[in-house]
């Protein structure tokens, strides 16, 4: 099961990859080198962000140069990717391990996968594979599981009002109703300006 191409961060892979936040770390970097991370890793990549308890980091053959990064966790806290794509959509996934391939910018969620993609929809499965630049999405059931997907409907402008609505409050009934009110007014101040001027000659 896949989903369809879209605009994902075309320019996240052409980005340094830094590992913000760890509490440990136990390795060097060298070329054909694993270096490991462990405590609240976070590592960001232009918009992306991977995090979990524990980060290894390959580095390529020939170089230092990322090749891919293996991100575990706990139950309580599984790893988790997240990138904003070109039209401004937030992606976030959550699995019980992580694998991100840098050179082909591919992330592979294994156990218990879940991607939601922001204005798109969301997947379930026991594997999902997606690619950090065009959004494009595997989803596999595993054993005897299955795949789940959620596909939102377009988001549509609120309807002009109906035919015939508008009149349901016309205003040429309420004209009438305010000069005969403010009629009786009048009458009533030219009666009572009578009186006051009676009672001013009597005095």
């Known amino acids: 099961m896949s989903l369809q191409p879209a605009l994902a961060k075309q320019d996240d892979r052409n980005q340094p990859i830094h590992v913000v936040h760890a ?25 992306m962000k991977l995090t979990g308890e524990v980060a290894k980091i390959y580095t390529a053959k020939e170089d230092t140069s990322v090749d891919h990064i293996i991100v575990t966790g706990t139950p309580q806290k599984r790893p988790h990717i997240e990138q904003i794509d ?43 594979t997606y690619n950090t630049q065009t ?23 609120l309807p002009p009002p109906k035919h015939g609505a508008a009149p349901a409050t016309p205003p040429t009934p309420a004209k009438p109703a305010t000069k005969s009110n403010a009629a009786k007014p009048a009458a009533s101040s030219s009666t009572s300006a009578p009186a006051s001027a009676s009672s001013a000659s009597k005095e």
Not at 93 to 120: E, F, M, P, S
């Open 135 to 157: 959004s494009y999405m595997v989803g596999e059931s595993g054993g005897g599981g299955q795949v789940t997907m959620t596909f939102l409907p377009k988001q549509k402008p």
């Open 23 to 47: 509490e440990s770390f136990d390795g060097y970097n060298q070329p054909n080198t694993v270096s490991t991370f462990t405590g609240n890793v976070l590592i960001t990549q232009g918009t």
């Open 86 to 128: 070109d039209n401004g959509n937030l992606m976030t996934g959550d699995a019980d391990r992580l694998d991100y391939d840098n050179v082909k910018g591919i992330a592979v969620l294994t156990g218990n996968a879940y991607v939601h993609q922001q204005n798109k929809g969301d997947a379930r499965g026991a594997k999902l």
